[in-house]
């Protein structure tokens, strides 16, 4: 099949990557995103998934907006038998899935209809999910709604991070998806509907929802550091005002003001229990484990992070 494959996150590579390997299809065109500035420099950058194309000598577009009358027309000329859809980020209107005689097929990194949206891994771990998974789904109007081709589960182990999680979920979409292609070439696609009762709408994350609220169980807060590792992070203020980024922690017993250092090995007191700081990066400084950090910067019991 003559496939376009549209996509921009590091989570689309190893998709693409797939179906370049196993040779069975062609990847007639890619579609991504318009380079964004990055770094200090703000230096105009390609997102992971044009970089990765570019490396493999595929043709290219990256429109601002992908349903425009002149991407239409490039569309159009590609020929596609199939659209792959993985992280793309753009709204792909119905007059573009038309044009492929299989339409659109997307990879969401969830067990749908659960975590519909943006940043389904950092939910699935922020709220303490012992497994996910990923969907291959026909594209529809509504965002993540459309029928379910293929869904397969992958468990969440108690240390998962966002990161560890993300590159397992990638790597399973592709497996994923080119069994689904092969489903459509010989025509046995079993379609389910998805169940609209049980469809968990999930909202975008900001830098905000990484700053820790001592006041929340050690539970909850341990969940939402290792949900935002890598993005967007998880922080505190340190007594002398300087921020401290916190990028792994575990869960003891003990009791205190929420906040509260409960000894000199950042032991910190939360709404329910403590949460042991384990590594930590301060301002200007790369990561490092807490006894690190503590060596260069002690912290005395009854002190307070906010």
Not at 35 to 52: I, Q
Not at 96 to 124: C, D, F, M, T, V
Not at 235 to 246: A, S
Request: hydrophobic content about 40%.
């Amino acid at each position: 099949m003559r496939i376009v494959f549209m996509g921009s996150a590091e989570l689309a590579v190893p998709s693409l990557r797939a179906l370049i390997d196993c040779g069975n299809d062609e990847v007639v065109g890619v579609v991504s995103q318009p380079d964004r500035p990055a770094g200090r420099k703000r230096k105009l950058t390609p997102c992971p998934l044009k970089a990765f194309a570019e490396s493999c000598g595929l043709k290219i577009m990256t429109p601002d907006r992908v349903g425009d009358p002149e991407s239409l027309r490039t569309l159009e000329a590609l020929r596609p038998d199939l659209f792959v859809v993985v992280a793309y980020g753009q709204y792909i209107p119905s007059k573009i899935i038309q044009l492929a005689r299989h339409e659109a097929i997307n990879i969401h990194p969830s067990l749908l209809p659960k975590y519909r949206g943006a940043a389904p891994i950092q939910w699935a771990v922020l709220n303490g999910d012992e497994e996910t998974g990923v969907s291959i789904i026909y594209l529809a109007k509504k965002m993540d709604a459309g029928d379910i081709l293929r869904q397969e589960r992958q468990p969440i182990g108690p240390d998962d991070t966002s990161a560890v999680l993300h590159d397992r979920l990638a790597n399973l979409g592709a497996e994923l998806l080119l069994k689904t292609i092969e489903d459509i070439r010989e025509g046995r696609v079993c379609r389910t509907v998805q169940d609209e009762a049980q469809a968990m709408e999930i909202s975008k994350l900001s830098k905000e929802d990484g700053k820790i609220d001592w006041s929340m169980s050690a539970e909850t807060i341990r969940n939402r550091i290792r949900a935002f590792n890598p993005w967007p992070g998880s922080y505190c203020t340190l007594p002398d005002g300087d921020v401290l980024k916190v990028w792994k922690a575990g869960t003891e017993a003990g009791e205190g003001v929420p906040g509260t250092l409960l000894d000199d090995r950042l032991l910190v007191a939360t709404g329910s229990h403590a949460v042991r700081l384990l590594e930590v990066q301060p301002a200007g400084r790369k990561r490092m484990p807490a006894d690190a950090f503590l060596n260069g910067q002690p912290l005395e019991q009854g002190k307070k992070l906010s």
